[in-house]
């Protein structure tokens, strides 16, 4: 498995302000030192309002489509502008105006997974990725789980 095959859950749902904040600085901080002109990803771990930088690639990463399309803003058109030097004709909305949440989760072949290697490594298992957008966190990622393959019980699982 590879840290890319994990499930995401847009926007975040259980995150202290103070540490948005914190991020937001850190991601600012960033971009300046390093000239960043478009756009760039960046792991976090935040934990008890601790704020690790546990990755920075000078590249998009595969949620960057899945992020816009949750936020309805076309942030490709906005990197492009920004790159150019021209503001973007919109700016984003804000993380608080948005009334829905999108759970992006991966999709398995479980026949190509049968002999892999349970340990996490370099190489993704995934073979795709199913987006889907709920009322709130719980709605979307159901409607995600039925989507790559999981399905509801048909009878009690605990007694």
Known sequence: MHSGNATLVFLPQQLYLETIRCIRRIAAALAGELRITGPFNIQFLAKNNKIKVIKCNLRVSRNFP???????????????????????ALNPPSMLDIAHVGVKASQFSFGRLTLA?????????????????????????????LSVGYRNPQRTILV
């Open 117 to 145: 290697d349970p340990v996490l490594g370099v190489e993704m298992a995934s073979t795709g990725e199913v987006g889907c957008i709920g009322q709130n966190a719980n709605q979307a990622l159901l409607k995600v789980m």
């Open 66 to 88: 899945f992020v816009s399309k949750v936020m309805n803003y076309d942030m490709i058109a906005a990197a492009v502008d920004f790159m150019m030097g021209v503001k973007p």
